[in-house]
């Protein structure tokens, strides 16, 4: 850590501490957060250094810095003294989003207005979230239906990434699922909304979604993505939830446990798994996916450097899929080098942030002639022939 000479101000440490940061003051500067921050693969970030100057109540809440964690949370995991540090970010952050104490970015800022005015980050018409289900016949949630499909935003408005709800979709079809959508009914989850610091905003969308779920009768959710996972599962239950929650990955694991879930083609391809943080490290799911690529004939799992609680992050967490990543500095870069390491021909995973940034990242490094970014569900769908 620096020299710097820094200028404690009380007030808004007491504020910041107040905001949800109260375990900065556990730090004893051990360095373990900022020897395994991803960041310092790529460029440098110390998250000791900020969460002494949250302690101190710092003012310098314009700094950049603050906007670059990416919420994987292996700082976290690796706290001996278990210092939330995602919490001090965010209670920083809120200072800056909820209290205008400082700017931000505006790729955030767009974000987030878009969010609050179209309930989508692409700031697109509401009435278009429906739109991929209503091409693959997929049905309004009625009560009778065993679970309710939550897309996300993102496969719901970005095309790159639409094949995820249309492969999942596809398959539960074939299963013969009793399954629908809330359609315009949902918004955003807010998972990255709350990360970002609007806690107002993350409140008003989860009590919509909650209020919807509770109207149509839905009792299981099924989702495509970690993120709404988490939130719908953690945060949620503390605004009066309650349905249960499970990624598509460990619904699907089940069914195929159960029998249900069978294959009738080869995929004769070398397959590496890249865990999402928040189906990982977050929420502690490493078996499941894992479980269906073996199943699934033809599949020879190969496994990369850094792999379940040690997987390097896609950079996309805590708003930073909004965010423009220089090359070089994108921890997706180093995802698809140990993919190619092991000699593997698809890169899968199984969460929507992850997919765009892989992709992303595969086509700059002109690697794409060579390897394809896939979703679980995509190879599932293949798979059932």
Not at 1 to 27: K, P
Not at 162 to 169: C, H, I, P
Not at 269 to 282: E, M, N
Request: glycine share 8%.
């Amino acid at each position: 850590m620096t020299n710097e000479q820094l200028t404690v101000d009380l007030e808004t440490a007491d504020l910041i501490r107040d905001s949800g940061a109260e375990t900065c003051t556990m730090c004893f500067q051990c360095a373990q957060c900022s020897s395994n921050c991803p960041w310092n693969r790529v460029a440098h970030l110390d998250p000791r250094r900020m969460l002494h100057k949250a302690r101190l109540g710092v003012a310098d809440l314009e700094d950049e810095e603050w906007w670059m964690c990416a919420t994987c949370r292996t700082c976290v995991a690796r706290c001996p003294m278990e210092v939330d540090i995602i919490g001090v970010m965010r209670a920083v952050r809120r200072l800056v989003v909820g209290y205008g104490a400082g700017r931000y970015p505006d790729s955030i800022r767009y974000a987030l207005k878009s969010i609050a005015g179209a309930s989508n980050p692409a700031g697109e018409s509401p009435d278009k979230r429906a739109d991929w289900s209503k091409k693959l016949n997929v049905p309004a949630f009625t009560p009778d239906m065993e679970v309710a499909y939550f897309s996300c935003c993102v496969p719901a408005y970005d095309a790159k990434v639409k094949r995820m709800a249309n492969n999942l979709s596809g398959v539960l079809q074939k299963l013969g699922v009793k399954f629908g959508t809330l359609g315009t009914a949902e918004k955003c989850c807010g998972e990255s909304v709350r990360k970002c610091g609007n806690e107002e905003l993350f409140t008003s969308l989860a009590t919509s979604n909650i209020e919807a779920f509770k109207q149509a009768g839905v009792k299981k959710v099924v989702v495509s993505s970690p993120h709404c996972y988490y939130t719908f599962k953690n945060e949620y239950p503390e605004l009066g939830a309650q349905f249960e929650v499970m990624h598509y990955t460990q619904y699907l694991a089940q069914l195929a446990r159960e029998g249900k879930l069978k294959f009738t083609k080869e995929i004769k391809k070398k397959v590496a798994y890249h865990d999402p943080c928040y189906l990982g490290r977050h929420s502690g799911v490493y078996d499941d996916p894992r479980y269906l690529l073996q199943s699934i004939p033809g599949i020879e799992l190969v496994e990369m450097a850094n792999i379940r609680e040690d997987s390097i992050c896609c950079g996309g967490g805590g708003g930073r899929v909004w965010a423009e990543t220089k090359k070089g500095e994108r921890f997706s870069e180093l995802r698809i080098d140990q993919a190619a390491d092991v000699g593997a021909d698809i890169l899968a995973t199984c969460c929507p942030y992850c997919i765009l940034m892989l992709d992303d990242s595969l086509l700059t490094q002109g690697k794409d002639e060579v390897m394809q970014v896939m979703d679980i569900s995509e190879l599932v769908h293949e798979a059932m022939g």
